[in-house]
DNA sequence: CGCGGCTTTGATGTTCATCAAGTAAAGTGG
DNA sequence: CCACTTTACTTGATGAACATCAAAGCCGCG
């Protein structure tokens, strides 16, 4: 974890466009003072579950993994989420510590705000208030959505399912570096990695995907969506 | 569906203090003014998943289970919810037409209350704006929570985690009448109806708990505590 | 070069869904 | 109120889906 100590540049953030747009410069100078940006490499922890919150987050760039620990020990993944989606989510206004775990699984920026400065943009702007309540509505919608979608869904329909949400929603590409061990896809979709991998070398024989290590490539895409909706 | 056509009585609603502490006598009066509402009779639906969003909703009292429906034409339930947790939680900000169908599952009160209204409130009201985003948060987090939970059990493991979730949470006591059929806790927690009435059985068969048709008594609750962390 | 972690594949056993057949309970019409 | 119909519940038998175990290959890294 590294600290950008970077002038304050709110006023040219990407987020202005999408999540400041209802500040007025005001405010955005005090986000600025009020916010602090750090670097994470890929595989870095950016906070353990159970922590004390100190800090609304956001991610910038990069892409993390929100996860737990079952009683079991094992990790549960419990979504992969890109920027322009909060980071602790929920978390900051329902309780004292966060709720999850997130780590970088590709090298990610995030931008740090102090709660109490949230807070008071609450307080005393309503555009702001309806904004953010909207965001937080739409994450957690899309998180209960994804896990909904994956439960109803057999072994094939999971993983058909997976590559499709890489290839679409994260990398926008047909071929793309998986950001994730296999493991880490059996934590996500709550099968054995064994039998991750099994399915993944059935669709390779099948000549849905093709794979070179890290790296997945859709060739037939419309099998794999038939496969997804099925499943 | 009953429209309950009583006097303007926000005032005395057991929301107030929940809810509507954060608002002072004016916007009382204006949220009686633009709040209507509803009795449902078991089994009743309340709104369609797909259907245009016309109302911000809450229960005031009752049970009502949140539902919709899979590719193959089954149930699938989100949760199964109490009064004092909104209704209609999030979709109200997230899109036009609300994400999920919601029916009945004991006689219920529903206050719908016009979302351009709550809007007003949200745009004049920070406090009120705080409370709301917090209590959105916390609505989601306990379903996405409870997805996780589920996701990781077995079969045993579910249904005993499923009735510690009525005796503690919704009936507070160690003996209640099921709100559901078997079938309906299958949809809950994505197992097959045979297998839900089995594992009662096996329960039955154990001493763990006595059945009286509908009626449930946990007869060694250790035991089911056991069951439900382990599974 | 050798060690450890991730990946792959096969073999085996468990868990769970499905099918079928029967019983109890709850509506429905005469 | 009773016969009839329908719906919910129950149990056993079977097979499919999936986890687990084990052994071997691969790859990066010291």
């Known amino acids: 974890m590294k600290l950008n ?27 600025c003072r009020n916010k602090k940006e750090f670097s994470y490499q890929k595989g870095e ?22 996860f737990r620990r079952t009683n079991s020990g094992d990790e549960q993944i419990v979504t992969i989420t890109r920027p322009f989606e909060f980071v602790s989510n929920m978390s900051v206004f329902s309780g004292n510590s966060y709720r999850y775990s997130v780590s970088a699984l590709e090298d990610s920026v995030v931008c740090n705000i102090d709660p109490d400065y949230i807070r008071d943009l609450l307080m005393k702007n309503g555009t702001f208030s309806i904004m953010l309540l909207t965001r937080i509505a739409e ?25 499709l949400y890489f290839s679409s929603e994260i990398y926008n590409s047909r071929i793309f570096d998986l950001p994730v061990s296999r493991k880490e896809i059996a934590d996500y979709i709550g099968m054995s990695t064994a039998n991750v991998i099994r399915t993944l070398s059935d669709f390779r024989k099948e000549g849905i995907i093709r794979i070179y290590g890290k ?7 419309q099998k794999l969506e038939i496969l997804s909706k099925r499943g």
Request: hydrophobic residues 35%; negative net charge; contains cysteine.
């Open 215 to 221: 790296t997945i490539e859709i060739s037939d895409i």
């Open 45 to 66: 922890v950016i906070h353990h579950e159970g922590e004390k919150i100190t800090s609304f987050k956001y991610l910038k760039s990069g892409l993390v993994k929100v």
């Open 5 to 31: 100590n970077i002038d304050c540049v709110c006023e040219n953030c990407d987020f202005r466009d999408i999540v400041h747009e209802c500040l007025d410069d005001d405010e955005i100078k005090g986000l």
């Open 139 to 163: 994450i957690n919608e899309r998180i209960i959505e994804q896990t909904l979608d994956l439960r109803q869904k057999n072994l094939i329909g999971r993983i058909a399912y997976s590559l």
